[in-house]
């Protein structure tokens, strides 16, 4: 079976290449049996056509008019060409159906269109452990994505999974593979593959073709974090490290963490966060104050957190910090309080 590295389609090499070798034959006959008739009995384009048609489907209908001894002669060598022809592309077009390639086929098509649309976009590379569950987290909050991986068992999976998953069958470390998801257009990336110094290629990669792109990578080995931070991610998570941490938590404060987990839809809560960005929120809206914005006041959602240009982050902000460039507010709230706020930040000052 050969991989053909593109957008997860695997190809036959018994099957792609006969046929368009069959569409080859098909239409070399039809264009020798138009020349032949023309040549040899003096026919139209269109008599010869529909000489050359009648003749290699056998359907027994009658000459335009009476053929020449040179003329039979052709038109006989052009039928058992033709049925050779014919067996040949009925078993190869019969294959196609049954392996499912010709499906393939318009399924890889489908997948081209909605990935050259896409923008704001997260790339997801690897579909492993991590990566089913951030695809997992994305389909719940209507976030497009992509996931690369180029493990066949990886992309078969993605492929009769019950959601639509847009998907990208390559070595995630080529440049090629992150051209082809758009990562000039997209809005993060995120890494989880099992081997650091893949995570650490594929990092390089897309912090030199998008300067600008919100990177975050996973990594077992806590010597690796530099290397990654210094490659351009922005964000290393270490997924061992978080599950000590949540469990030890577990022990020392159990409520904290249960609560933690509660707002983060675990136990299928309604409540989120959203964090709303200067450069993101309009022009009424920018250098304005907690008290001044009114958010709990009009929405019931809630400013918990202010992060600083520097990156820092303030808990429970003051009512008098204002929202300046580079800096954004963290709001908790339900999914009604988030919608509703939504609603009245495009409102605010009108």
Not at 1 to 26: E, P, Q, S, V
């Given at each position: ?9 695997h ?7 006969n ?5 080859f ?5 039809i ?22 048609v ?33 067996a ?6 019969t ?23 896409m923008?704001?976009?997260?790339i ?41 998953i ?9 440049e ?16 989880t ?25 996973s ?12 490659a351009?991610?922005n ?17 020392s404060?159990?409520?904290t963490?249960e ?10 809560s ?7 960005e ?26 918990i957190?202010f ?22 507010f963290?709001v ?19």
């Amino acid at each position: 079976m050969d991989w053909d590295g593109n957008l997860g389609l695997h190809r036959y090499k018994g099957g792609y290449l006969n046929y368009k070798l069959a569409l080859f034959m098909i239409t070399f006959g039809i264009l020798m049996g138009i020349t032949g008739f023309i040549i040899l009995e003096d026919y139209t384009f269109r008599e010869a056509f529909y000489m050359t048609v009648i003749t290699i489907s056998t359907v027994g209908f009658s000459e335009v008019r009476p053929l020449s001894p040179n003329g039979q002669l052709f038109t006989t060598l052009l039928i058992l060409f033709n049925v050779g022809i014919f067996a040949y592309s009925l078993s190869t077009f019969t294959s196609l159906v049954l392996e499912g390639e010709l499906f393939n086929n318009l399924h890889l098509r489908t997948i081209q269109r909605h990935i050259a649309k896409m923008k704001d976009h997260i790339i997801v590379c690897g579909y492993g452990r991590y990566g089913r569950e951030i695809s997992e987290n994305l389909l719940a909050h209507d976030i497009p994505f992509i996931v690369i991986d180029h493990d066949p068992k990886k992309i078969e999976e993605i492929q009769h999974s019950q959601e639509k998953i847009l998907y990208l069958e390559s070595d995630v470390t080529s440049e090629d593979a992150l051209e082809k998801a758009h990562i000039h257009r997209a809005r993060a990336l995120i890494t989880t593959l099992s081997d650091d110094t893949d995570n650490l290629f594929t990092v390089m990669s897309a912090r030199q073709l998008n300067p600008s792109l919100n990177i975050i990578s996973s990594t077992k080995d806590h010597r690796t974090e530099k290397k990654l931070r210094m490659a351009g991610a922005n964000h290393v998570i270490m997924p061992d490290r978080l599950g000590g941490f949540y469990m030890a938590t577990l022990i020392s404060k159990p409520g904290t963490v249960e609560f933690f987990s509660f707002i983060s839809n675990e136990f299928e809560s309604d409540i989120g966060f959203e964090e709303l960005e200067y450069n993101q929120m309009s022009l009424a809206c920018r250098n304005k104050s907690i008290r001044e914005l009114e958010i709990r006041k009009n929405t019931g959602a809630n400013i918990i957190g202010f992060k600083q240009h520097d990156g820092s982050f303030i808990v429970n902000p003051n009512p008098d910090i204002r929202l300046a460039e580079g800096t954004s507010f963290i709001v908790l709230g339900t999914d009604r309080q988030l919608s509703s706020l939504r609603k009245y930040l495009s409102t605010f000052g009108i």
